[in-house]
């Protein structure tokens, strides 16, 4: 390999460093091709549900590294949310939840907590659980 290609590589790869989504566990399961474009939007969507839900429930910030909740946490309320809206929020979040199944521990750890999945069990079953999700969500093709 030439040094210029190397000089590419590196500079694409800063580049792509700076997306917070490529410095998460997530992130890493779809750079590394375990799980295609439509689940890790399934993931990503799924963070924001969860924020989106704790925040209008009054639930304080999770310890999160995941930038896709922190920004979905980080929605203003100019207003406190009305019980309808709650309950909204809390079907969205239940029924993410319920798709999941038996995947649903591993892929809320990683998704709000960014911890990865141990061992390609564990790899497999959130790739399992992010693929209903993603038809669950309507992100499929």
Same mark, same amino acid.
């Given at each position: 390999? /030439?040094?210029?290609?190397?000089?590419?590589?590196?500079?694409?790869?800063?580049?792509?460093?700076? $997306?917070?989504? @490529?410095?998460?566990?997530? !992130?890493?399961?779809? @750079?590394? &091709?375990?799980?295609?474009?439509?689940?890790?939007? +399934?993931? #990503?969507?799924?963070?924001?549900?969860? +924020? $989106?839900? *704790?925040?209008?429930?009054?639930?304080?910030?999770? /310890?999160? &590294?995941? %930038? *896709?909740?922190?920004?979905?946490?980080?929605?203003?309320?100019?207003?406190? %949310? $009305?019980?309808?809206?709650?309950?909204?929020?809390?079907?969205?979040?239940? /029924?993410?939840?319920?798709?999941?199944?038996?995947? &649903? $521990?591993?892929?809320?750890?990683?998704?709000?907590? *960014?911890?990865?999945?141990?061992?390609? *069990? !564990?790899?497999?079953?959130? &790739?399992?659980?992010?693929?209903?999700? +993603?038809?669950?969500?309507?992100? #499929?093709?």
């Amino acid at each position: 390999m /030439s040094p210029g290609m190397i000089r590419q590589m590196v500079q694409t790869a800063h580049a792509n460093a700076r $997306d917070p989504l @490529l410095r998460t566990e997530l !992130g890493r399961l779809f @750079l590394d &091709k375990f799980i295609e474009a439509e689940e890790c939007s +399934a993931g #990503t969507k799924l963070a924001e549900i969860v +924020a $989106d839900y *704790d925040h209008k429930k009054g639930i304080p910030p999770r /310890s999160a &590294k995941s %930038p *896709d909740y922190l920004g979905g946490y980080g929605k203003s309320l100019r207003e406190e %949310p $009305d019980q309808k809206t709650i309950a909204k929020a809390e079907e969205r979040y239940l /029924s993410a939840l319920r798709v999941l199944g038996a995947s &649903k $521990d591993l892929v809320f750890n990683l998704v709000v907590y *960014d911890v990865a999945p141990v061992g390609f *069990d !564990g790899k497999l079953k959130v &790739k399992n659980g992010l693929c209903d999700l +993603a038809k669950h969500l309507g992100l #499929t093709r």
